[in-house]
T-cell receptor, first 114, second 114 residues
């Protein structure tokens, strides 16, 4: 069983479109995250949710809107996609609001905006 | 703001060699430090997590040390194997404006040749 799963694995779309990426974890963790890995392989946190509540929002354009319907799911919706949004997006989870908890990552969603 | 640096950026060694990957961070007030492995097209796999009160952690052929006061961590891989080829990422958790943040280095790309 995959602990943290994201769909889709690949997403190719045109500028201006709206798209969503889904994430689910079956680890019973309280905290979930979205990270962006750019073309230089640098990983940067975007959002963190603890028990469905937003706790971190790191200077991300408001075209990006996370939604957490329950503790096990954290979806990422992106409006009006731009070329610079092309990257790999990783979902992750941890047992609690991660100060001492290891993170578990999904396999990533490669988004290409043309 | 916490900055994490990994040296070297890339490393190629013959099978069987012992090797050391380095990670440094600018703010020593950390909660923990985590080493990850990333295979091409895959997510991150947690290898070792060292709490701020610990000096080292070991798992199999891997040993990670932490010197919080000097802002350094090393990942030691004994008797390297071709299957160890991957990118190794260091991540440090520390306080941020949002309360807690996990900051990643850019990784060391390791190639172990048969």
């Amino acid at each position: 069983d995959t602990a943290v799963s994201q769909t889709p694995k690949y997403l190719v779309t045109q500028m201006g479109n709206d798209k969503s990426i889904k994430c689910e974890q079956n680890l019973g963790h309280d905290t979930m995250y979205w990270y962006k890995q750019d073309s230089k392989k640098f990983l940067k946190i975007m959002f963190s949710y603890n028990n469905k509540e937003l706790i971190i929002n790191e200077t991300v354009p408001n075209r990006f809107s996370p939604k957490s319907p329950d503790k096990a799911h954290l979806n990422l919706h992106i409006n009006s996609l731009e070329l610079g949004d092309s990257a790999v997006y990783f979902c992750a989870s941890s047992q609690d609001w991660g100060r001492g908890s290891p993170l578990h990552f999904g396999n990533g969603t490669r988004l290409t905006v043309t | 703001k916490q900055e994490v640096t990994q040296i070297p950026a890339a490393l190629s060694v013959p099978e069987g060699e012992n090797l050391v990957l380095n990670c440094s961070f600018t703010d020593s007030a950390i909660y923990n430090l985590q080493w990850f492995r990333q295979d091409p097209g895959k997510g991150l796999t947690s290898l070792l997590l060292i709490q701020s009160s610990q000096r080292e952690q070991t798992s199999g052929r891997l040993n990670a040390s932490l010197d919080k006061s000097s802002g350094r961590s090393t990942l030691y891989i004994a008797a390297s194997q071709p299957g160890d080829s991957a990118t190794y990422l260091c991540a440090v958790s520390s306080r941020s404006n949002s309360g807690y943040a996990l900051n990643f280095g850019k990784g060391t790309s390791l190639l172990v040749t048969p």
